[in-house]
């Protein structure tokens, strides 16, 4: 892999990677949507896909030149394997905290408050068609899945993020697998 699919090499990049800084933290600050049922569906139709990569995995980014170091990290979502183009859904009803077609490591990216202090992740979109504010329905048309960002080919990442509405340290904000949430039921 490529020095620059890994971190930033360059100013420019490194700008662009504080600027998406900037705004996913700015999103994730954020968070005002009513509580409701739970009650989740994926991104994606579900049946029949395969997964890329799971949720936990560790990962180590070996370049291909010696001008920067290897990188390890945790996947912090699920990558659901479908092609360029694959329709992408509000997981759950709720507000778009965050719309942009470019952020440095996730491209196309939509931030959602689900309520609960929960936020749905989804990146690598090629196509965005919601905006920060809007309210959609479960099962609304938020995009279209792609390959933008740092990627190695087309696939949907999604990822749901707990932020803790007691505090406003983001740092205790965690990552959960949303396959995990996917086998929650709403409260009788």
Same mark, same amino acid.
């Given at each position: 892999?490529?020095?620059?699919?890994?971190?930033?090499?360059?100013?420019?990049?490194? =700008?662009?990677?504080?600027?998406? #800084?900037?705004?996913k933290d700015k999103a994730l600050k954020s968070f005002n949507a009513p509580q409701q049922a739970f009650d989740m569906q994926g991104p994606v139709k579900l049946e029949g896909i395969s997964y890329s990569s799971s949720y936990g995995a560790t990962r180590?980014?070996?370049?291909?030149?010696?001008?920067?170091?290897?990188?390890? $990290? @945790?996947?912090?979502?699920?990558?659901?394997?479908?092609?360029?183009?694959?329709?992408?859904?509000?997981?759950?009803? *709720?507000?778009?905290?965050?719309?942009?077609?470019?952020?440095?490591?996730? *491209?196309?990216?939509?931030? &959602?408050?689900?309520?609960?202090? &929960?936020?749905?992740?989804?990146?690598?979109? $090629? =196509?965005?068609? @919601?905006?920060?504010?809007?309210?959609?329905?479960? *099962?609304?048309?938020?995009?279209?899945?792609?390959?933008? *960002?740092?990627?190695?080919?087309?696939?949907?990442?999604?990822?749901?993020?707990?932020?803790?509405?007691?505090?406003?340290? =983001?740092?205790?904000?965690? #990552?959960?697998?949303?396959?995990?949430?996917? $086998?929650?039921?709403?409260?009788?």
């Open positions: 892999m490529e020095c620059g699919k890994i971190a930033p090499q360059n100013p420019e990049d490194k =700008r662009k990677a504080e600027i998406a #800084w900037v705004k180590t980014y070996v370049p291909k030149t010696k001008d920067c170091e290897p990188t390890t $990290s @945790v996947h912090n979502g699920t990558d659901i394997a479908v092609g360029t183009g694959t329709e992408i859904v509000a997981p759950m009803s *709720g507000t778009v905290l965050l719309a942009d077609p470019d952020l440095f490591y996730e *491209g196309g990216a939509v931030f &959602l408050d689900m309520g609960r202090g &929960l936020v749905s992740v989804t990146m690598h979109m $090629s =196509r965005i068609d @919601v905006k920060p504010g809007d309210v959609v329905k479960q *099962g609304d048309l938020i995009g279209l899945s792609g390959a933008t *960002g740092r990627v190695t080919g087309p696939h949907l990442h999604w990822g749901v993020k707990y932020r803790n509405v007691f505090s406003d340290d =983001r740092g205790t904000d965690i #990552w959960l697998d949303p396959m995990l949430l996917m $086998s929650l039921k709403a409260p009788e």
